[in-house]
């Protein structure tokens, strides 16, 4: 059964600051890795996809990295603004016995101060 | 592009009772998924259908939840009778057929049971 973790559950960093935010999983037979925003009362916005067989994708400031072999992905933010305190979520889709399936991680609640 | 719709967005409801919500995906996504998210979790999948078949519904309490995508397009959840536990916000989210499509969330149904 596939698990996903993220760390930190919850980070605090000023404005200006470059951070990285960790997302791990138990089973390495992956197709993709998606990353997602969610802010409060809100649904789950889709940031970047990462297929299998790539390592990175990129979208303005954010960088999302993956290493199948090890089971990890983390999602780099440059220069954080206040405007990007959110929740963020890892979901990594996999192929159990029913056909394919996407599991989620608690998430990281990012807060960036002024 | 119209996006996935779900309604209602808000319901209150006394335990024992029963409740519906309806979601309509992006137009031509075939798979649909229905994902509980309880305060402060990752999403947790409940249901998930290829066109109007049931492809994983292993973790949907079948006592008391329900789901149909009757014709293959919008779907209802039902929940019957509900339980303190139940109060989430319920997600709908679709993708085009495959396993490496993008995954797309509506805003979400928020339950809370008194």
């Known amino acids: 059964k596939q698990e996903v973790t993220q760390i930190p559950a919850a980070l605090s960093v000023p404005e200006g600051e470059n951070l990285v935010l960790n997302c791990s999983f138990t089973?390495?037979?992956?197709?993709?890795l998606q990353w997602f925003r969610q802010d409060p009362g809100k649904g789950l916005t889709s940031l970047l996809l990462?297929?299998?067989?790539?390592r990175e994708q990129t979208s303005g400031r954010l960088n999302a990295s993956l290493d199948k072999s090890s089971g990890r992905s983390t999602l780099y933010i440059a220069a954080s603004q206040p405007g990007d305190s959110a929740t963020y979520l890892c979901?990594?889709?996999?192929?159990?016995?029913?056909?394919?399936?996407?599991?989620f991680g608690g998430g990281t609640r990012l807060m960036v101060k002024p | 592009e119209a996006g996935v719709a779900q309604s209602p967005r808000y319901k209150i409801i006394e335990k024992r009772q029963s409740v519906a919500f309806w979601c309509n995906p992006i137009?031509?996504?075939?798979?649909l998924y229905w994902y509980q998210q309880i305060l402060g979790q990752g999403p947790k999948l409940l249901i998930q259908?290829?066109?109007?078949?049931?492809?994983?519904d292993s973790q949907l309490p079948k006592d008391r939840f329900s789901a149909e995508r009757l014709k293959g397009v919008d779907s209802t959840l039902k929940i019957q009778p509900a339980k303190l536990e139940d109060s989430a916000v319920y997600l709908c989210?679709?993708?085009?057929?495959?396993?490496?499509?993008?995954?797309?969330f509506g805003e979400g149904s928020r339950l809370t049971v008194l």
């Open positions: 989210a679709s993708r085009p057929a495959g396993y490496t499509g993008e995954l797309f």
């Open positions: 089973d390495s037979a992956i197709y993709n």
């Open positions: 990462i297929q299998s067989s790539q």
């Open positions: 979901a990594v889709g996999s192929v159990n016995n029913a056909g394919n399936m996407l599991t």
């Open positions: 137009s031509g996504h075939a798979t």
């Open positions: 259908f290829q066109n109007n078949g049931v492809v994983d």
